[in-house]
């Protein structure tokens, strides 16, 4: 499961205004959790890589690191 809640996320002022991608996200899967929302899901990665300064060298090892 995921290790931060959506509340927890909604007390970050930088990511607070960017909320919507979750509310779409969790919405489209609580009415059909096969629902495609790789473009929300995309667009929340690009925010947390500019929230943590990736580079491209950075965002490429992220995207190429196994998943958990």
Same mark, same amino acid.
């Not at 809640?5 to 609580?30: G, T």
């Given at each position: 499961?995921?290790?931060?809640? *959506?509340? %927890?996320?909604? %007390? =970050?002022?930088?990511?607070?205004?960017?909320?919507?991608? *979750? #509310?779409? =996200?969790?919405?489209?899967?609580?009415? #059909?959790?096969?629902? #495609?929302?790789?473009?929300?899901?995309?667009? =929340? #990665?690009?925010? *947390? +890589?500019?929230? +943590?300064?990736?580079?491209?060298?950075? =965002?490429?090892? *992220?995207?190429?690191?196994?998943?958990?």
């Amino acid at each position: 499961g995921c290790a931060t809640e *959506v509340w %927890q996320l909604r %007390q =970050i002022p930088c990511v607070a205004h960017r909320m919507s991608e *979750v #509310d779409h =996200i969790l919405a489209a899967k609580n009415h #059909d959790p096969a629902a #495609d929302t790789t473009e929300w899901e995309r667009e =929340i #990665d690009r925010l *947390v +890589y500019e929230l +943590y300064g990736l580079n491209p060298a950075g =965002i490429k090892r *992220v995207e190429e690191s196994p998943k958990r």
